[in-house]
């Protein structure tokens, strides 16, 4: 079964592979941005946490009674940090995009989505009818306004972006906001990589630009990267939540999420919250050490260094754990053309940063 195909994988240099790593190597290939996954202490105050309660896992839907007073302290924490009015935490973020596109788009309405919008929510488009979707360029904001102009419709316009873009490091444009009040459009904005890493406060691209939310705003961030856990979770009006709740698959028919996992990332934001300044410093160090070592003005923690070639971004990356670090291959289709993903995590030193930026220039 699937020989072929996966024969044809293996001679482009596209096959994949799950591995277990040496746990000494360095990394910096994980999205685990702040390195919280190894901070025992919130996993103690966690852990403690959730002991505390009768019951230890959710044990069924956020809708029968898999709703914890852990979830809602979460909600509740983030809401006031993010100045939106509800919150609603999912499984993962792939189930919130899934959630989010399949249930807000309804009959008569469009969606616009950047073309890199990320894979799950180009997955969620396929769920709609197709003269429903619209792709843009990529965080081309006068060519979403011009597909918006020539758009005749009597149902909503959404628009779909991302933060900072997980495989650019990109961070979208402040136009798509004012395009969004100007055409009374829903904004979805995935966080996923901005929330904990930009932001005078580190919340995200609606800090990093100053933007108060508003009714027509949607952020989505997920809890596996800054936040060195699993989930995600939907900040947005009171009504919108409402609405996802009643109507989103993806949260109606799923297990709440872990306990446990909830409970960690809320120890995670109340660290950032009040390790703000530190953590923004060593940020900036290590931006000034990519433009240094590699010329890339760096916005965010996400590094894409273009090599073109499969096979070599291959041979770098083999290059880079023989000598104790680790770096992404990326590969397509997760890109157009295979670049070097490296992740200049704050628990790394500045020394070993130079280093791997020495050794993937080569």
């Known amino acids: 079964m699937y020989e072929k195909e996966l024969n044809a994988i293996k001679k482009s240099n596209l096959y994949r592979q799950r591995k277990i790593f040496d746990e000494n190597l360095i990394d910096l290939a994980s999205n685990d941005y702040l390195g919280l996954s190894s901070n025992e202490t919130l996993f103690k105050n966690a852990y403690e946490n959730v002991l505390k309660q009768k019951y230890k896992s959710p044990k069924a839907s956020i809708l029968v009674n898999g709703y914890s007073p852990i979830h809602k302290k979460f909600e509740d924490d983030l809401k006031k940090a993010n100045k939106f009015e509800e919150a609603l935490v999912v499984g993962s973020g792939f189930l919130a995009n899934i959630s989010m596109i399949e249930a807000l788009v309804r009959k008569g309405d ?28 990529h965080n081309d904001y006068q060519d979403l306004e011009n597909k918006i ?3 005749e419709t009597k149902g909503r316009f959404i628009i779909a972006i991302e933060g900072v873009y997980s495989m650019s490091g990109n961070i979208a444009h402040k136009d ?19 929330s904990g890493v930009i932001g005078d406060n580190l919340l995200g691209i609606f800090d990093y630009y100053n933007i108060k ?22 900040l947005s009006s009171k009504n ?5 709740i009643n109507r989103a698959k993806a949260v109606i028919y799923t297990t709440a999420p872990s306990l446990f996992d909830i409970a960690l990332a ?12 530190e953590i923004k410093t060593k940020i900036k160090d290590r931006q000034e050490v990519i433009k240094d070592e590699l010329g890339i003005e760096a916005k965010s923690l996400i590094i894409a260094y273009e090599i073109g070639e499969n096979k070599k971004v291959l041979e770098i990356q083999k290059e880079v754990l023989a000598n104790g670090y680790i770096v992404g291959a990326i590969r397509q289709p997760t890109v157009k053309s295979a670049i070097i993903r490296l992740i200049s995590k704050i628990d790394v030193s500045i020394n070993d940063l130079q280093k791997v930026c020495k050794l993937i220039k080569k």
């Open 213 to 234: 939310p508003q009714k027509n705003h949607i952020k989505m961030g997920t809890l596996g990267k800054a936040y060195g856990s699993y989930g995600a979770y939907i």
């Open 149 to 151: 102009k020539t758009r």
């Open 240 to 244: 919108i939540i409402d609405f996802l």
């Open 110 to 137: 469009t969606l616009f989505i950047d073309e890199e919008y990320h894979a799950s929510g180009i997955l969620a488009s396929k769920l709609l009818k197709k003269e429903q979707v619209i792709l843009f360029s």
């Open 176 to 194: 798509f906001f004012d395009i969004a009040s100007k055409y009374d459009a829903l904004l979805i904005v995935d966080e996923a990589h901005s």
């Open 266 to 277: 809320n120890e995670s934001l109340k660290y950032i919250l009040t390790n703000t300044n």
